[in-house]
């Protein structure tokens, strides 16, 4: 026993009464606090979100956003998002993408799978599901940016003003008929869904960011003309 690794785990009933301590014997201590910190105290906000979006590549990002704007999914729904060509597909974006990225930008793992959870907004248990570990932070108040859009025949043109961010701040997805925007600096935090009255080529643009202002030229698709 004295070899072995130990845990102690410091715990107070609701009121603040009844505080106590729990050793649990245990192997491989660094993994058993990694899983309690990222299940008990990480804490997910919006920010820690966009941080790892922008290193992702177009699936990994359709993956991640999905399950931060609806809490949990299932294997079946992020294929669906990008056509994955099977499930097996998704599962490593998830371990060898996704994940790997959240342990260098937060510390720990972000999306882990649940076999029967409570989903706590309505009260449901959510079966066979991937999830954001942690604690959700309440979702932030974003100013809604100026937005012009011009159809240009063989283009759409967005402008959006973003007074007080850099080039750097911004976080830019593209997707068939919809264009999500965020920016956030120290005064300033955006985000903006915008659905495209054509459908676009994801890979067929160009963006420019210039005096807090951002143009991204899209591709139509063929035939969307």
Known sequence: MRSRDALCISYENEKGRGAGQVWIMVGGAETWKSRIFERSLLEINQEAIDKIIRELDAPSQSILLFIWRNRHA????????YEAPNHMDVLNRIRGIINPIAERVLGCS???FERSKKDDETGK????SWWITGKIQPKEEFEKPIVDMFDEEDYLSVVMELPGVGAE????????EKVTISA???NKKYHQEIDLP??????GFRK????????IKLKKAVGAH
């Open 110 to 112: 972000l999306l882990a």
């Open 208 to 215: 420019a960011f210039n005096n807090n202002v951002l143009e």
């Open 74 to 81: 299932t294997i079946r729904e992020l294929a669906h998002l």
């Open 198 to 203: 054509a459908e676009v080529d994801t890979e």
């Open 184 to 186: 956030s600096s120290m």
């Open 169 to 176: 701040d911004v976080v830019f997805k593209l997707e068939n």
């Open 125 to 128: 248990i959510i079966t066979y």
